[in-house]
């Protein structure tokens, strides 16, 4: 191996080992140590100057204990289990949102279709936070959306809907949209029209057509664009925070209020890691499913 | 043939206006009058006025530009890399292991990247500051740089280097007047995403700052827990409007790039 393809490989490498795979492993240790009051807030520290006794002592002062905890305290547990509920829920109202636009960037005229493209990029492209802070102003009580509902007389009193789990839904289906309309759209845009004509020649309905044929096609985008906003939204700190309310559990406002509020790192560290478990399942699917369509594609 | 029925259009025009009201409405109230931001009390634009007077917010916006810049070059450098590594890189040990850390950054949700980083500059002794979330963000943008890259690398016709070398040029120069100039779209579009990645994190940086180095997100995000202010809004009005020039002279840009290069190639086969 020369030189030049040693440095072009070690660079990232050394990079990559340094500022992730050891953070990494650092949050793993911290997660089976105990809570101390101390800086840094947490024992046992490794002891370089003991040598090889101070890796010893470090690995058996090691525990579950913050696991154990979490396992006992129902908090945690209804945290998890409500980041999952409402990822999933708020993924199927993308999906519902997006296939409609998707299916209709399809069909329209192939003049139109790059400033539809950029129109669908472009807010994705723009501050996740504003956009997250837009709504704060429309769902208040007070806000546009109350207005002019009251105006219209179709409602007697102001809805509540920031502060509560639907401002959540709203807030991950408009953040994460983007990503459930583009992988529908790709898979879409191959689909071959004769295709429905053929379908209903052969006796089907225009929605048994729709339904056998486009959704049909349409399903690896589906499934894609289904990970692409579940995966990130589990672990959403900002959307829970800014439009849900104290009763809105999500794992990772857990997380962060465990380390910023209570600093209690130990705690902090094992919410990370079972997060993380909690991950791989989605993402080896996700991963499962490209593969599929890479194979099916060649 | 395709056409464009009563539902696609319904779809369309609802879609459209669920994604662009809010947008627009936020910058309409950037310029209401009132301190209220849910009464219209007639056109002002005194809240960018006070916006400038605000020094706490020019001081973030600064070091955001800093942390963005330093941090999105040093990322399309290292992404850059990390994609001929991944494309052409071959067999090596351990390479496993680095496509799954490229990888793996993507998908790991913010607040674990922030956590684990930041107790690896409390372990190493760091001061937390501009520096560390330089490399925060630089850390997981290269991971996006090599993705668009390395999309670029794969389509590209190896043999067009081989000939320059084949023609007395050095690995180097091959790669500097073959290589660079095909790529450079991707490579460009890659500095472009970690940069608005950059601007754009609240979480990771959250994390990784200072007392002394407050970011601008860090700093909508404290203010908007207060509650909804003009100034925001005038200040979110302000970041849109620089995005959306900023997108919409890229795509223009890299189309003509793209556009010429097919030119190029057309004229090279003739």
Redesign the interface.
Known sequence: ?NF??KF??G???V???V??????L??FK?ALSDYAISI?PYAPTLELANGWQGIVDLISGLDFENFVFLLDDDLYWKAYLSSVQIAATATVLTLL?GF??A???????DEWRPS?M??????F???????V??????L?N???LN?FLLWLGVISEPLIILNTNIAVYIGIV?TY?PFMILPIYASLEKLD?SLLEAAQDLGCTRIGAFWSVTVHLAKPGIIAGCFLVF??A??E??IP??LGGSRTLMI?KV??EE??SNRD?TV??AV?II??LI?VIP?VLFQRNEQKQREAGK | MRKLTWFNTVSLTLGFAFLYIPIVILVVYSFNKSKLVTIWGGFSPKWYGELLQNQAFLDAAKVTLQVGVVSSTLATILGTMAAFVIVRGGRFYGRTLFSGMIYAPLVMPEVITGLSLLLLFIAIGMDRGVTTIVLAHATFSMCYVSVVVSSRLVSFDQSLEEAAQDLGCTPWDAFKSVTLPIIAPAVFSGWLLAFTLSLDDLVIASFTSGPASTTLPIKIFSSVRLGVSPEINALSTIMIALVTVGVVTASIVSKRAIAQQKRDEQMAEQ
Do not use: K
């Open positions: 191996m030049s393809r072009l490989i660079v990232p490498y990079w990559l080992l500022l992730f795979l050891v953070p990494f650092i949050v911290i840094p949102v409609p636009i299916y209709g960037m399809v069909n329209a005229p539809l950029m129109l669908v990029i472009l807010p492209w723009t501050s996740f936070l504003i956009r802070y837009a709504w704060i102003g429309l208040s007070e806000g546009l207005s408009y949209l029209a995966i990130p589990l672990g700190v900002v925070s800014l990772g997380l962060w380390f910023f790192w902090a560290s990370a997060l993380l991950l993402i």
